[in-house]
């Protein structure tokens, strides 16, 4: 099964604002890796707190992306993206 990425308008802002070599990594990462796993879930970490607890993140290297999995839909929208120091807060 195929999932669909679906970006945030703030992630997408977020992305383009990074260099061109980092955009490339983490979009391959979210269409070669994680659209065309049965279970994104699989490779990726819950976060955990009261408000962070239905979203997932997963790391490319130094940088991190948020998303929010939707099992009904089967799509993974992006939320975040930035490096692990700045992308939490």
Known sequence: ???QIEFDPDALK???KLDRLI???LIVFLRDRLSVMDDP???GEA???SRLGNYWKYRVGDWRIVCDIQD???VVRVLRLGNRREVYR
């Open 14 to 16: 977020e992305l383009k």
């Open 47 to 49: 976060l955990s707190g």
């Open 72 to 74: 009904h839909r089967v």
């Open 23 to 25: 955009q490339s990594r």
């Open 1 to 3: 099964m195929a999932w």
């Open 41 to 43: 879930r699989s490779i």
